[in-house]
């Protein structure tokens, strides 16, 4: 029942089962300069699997840190509207 800005999760699921889980969990009022979404952490190729959903933002991990693990990681922003 409660409402969140952001909902922060590593990769459990495909995006649009995700989207599904999370839909209906995010407050309406804006209190950041990133509008409320969806932040989650993603590797490999996301082309396919993020088709067809509006909004999406890919943030690649290793423009923040650097090492081999981070190499195909991406943080993926999706927007809640």
């Known amino acids: 029942q409660e409402k969140f800005d952001f ?3 590593r990769a459990v ?3 649009p089962e ?3 889980w ?3 969990k995010f ?8 509008p409320n979404g969806i ?3 993603k590797g490999g190729d996301l082309k396919e699997e993020l088709k067809g959903i509006k909004g999406v933002k890919i943030f690649p991990v ?3 840190f650097s090492g081999e693990f981070f190499e195909t990681k991406a943080v993926v922003y999706v ?3």
Not at 27 to 34: A, T, V, W
């Open 13 to 15: 699921t495909a995006m």
């Open 62 to 64: 290793p423009t923040f």
């Open 39 to 41: 932040l989650y952490l």
């Open 18 to 20: 995700f989207l599904k």
């Open 22 to 24: 999370t839909k209906g």
């Open 7 to 9: 909902v922060v999760s």
């Open 27 to 34: 407050l309406s009022k804006k209190n950041h300069s990133l």
């Open 79 to 81: 927007p809640s509207n």
